[in-house]
């Protein structure tokens, strides 16, 4: 558990929750683990959900991906090419910005700071064509 607060609490060590992630194999384990360690939620004094153990992994991994990819890749868990890591975090990045956190600006940032606006700009989101199929 790192020091570090969001919100006025304690947050998970997300490098930490990626490897036991990758080594234990589901997120199940990943919160039974640590709770065994004593590593639980502080509001709730119950163990951490899976929902929160993906949204901590993959947004340290969309922002750290330097970082990130070569633990993802040691493990021998996912082996991907270039545009194929870049197509997963595009995808994971939408899920976390733009759906959990309900925030297409967020979305918008992350794609500009990776340089992949232009390719991405319209992901995940209805064309005015689709609107127009929609309304009728």
């Given at each position: 558990m790192k020091n570090s607060k969001s919100k006025g609490r304690k947050v998970l060590d997300p490098e930490m929750c990626l490897s036991l992630w990758l080594e234990l194999g589901t997120r199940t384990k990943v919160t039974s683990h640590l709770e065994s360690l004593g590593i639980i939620?502080?509001?709730?004094?119950?163990?951490?959900s899976v929902d929160t153990i993906s949204r901590v992994v993959w947004e340290w991994v969309v922002n750290n991906q330097e970082k990130a990819r070569p633990i993802i890749s040691r493990s021998g868990n996912i082996n991907l090419s270039d545009q194929g890591w870049e197509e997963l975090m595009v995808k994971r990045a939408f899920g976390l910005y733009?759906?959990?956190?309900?925030?297409?600006?967020k979305?918008?940032?992350w794609l500009r700071r990776n340089n992949l606006y232009d390719k991405y700009k319209n992901y995940g989101r209805l064309r005015p064509e689709d609107l127009e199929a929609l309304q009728r």
């Open positions: 939620n502080q509001e709730t004094k119950k163990k951490f733009f759906r959990f956190l309900r925030s297409s600006e979305f918008d940032d």
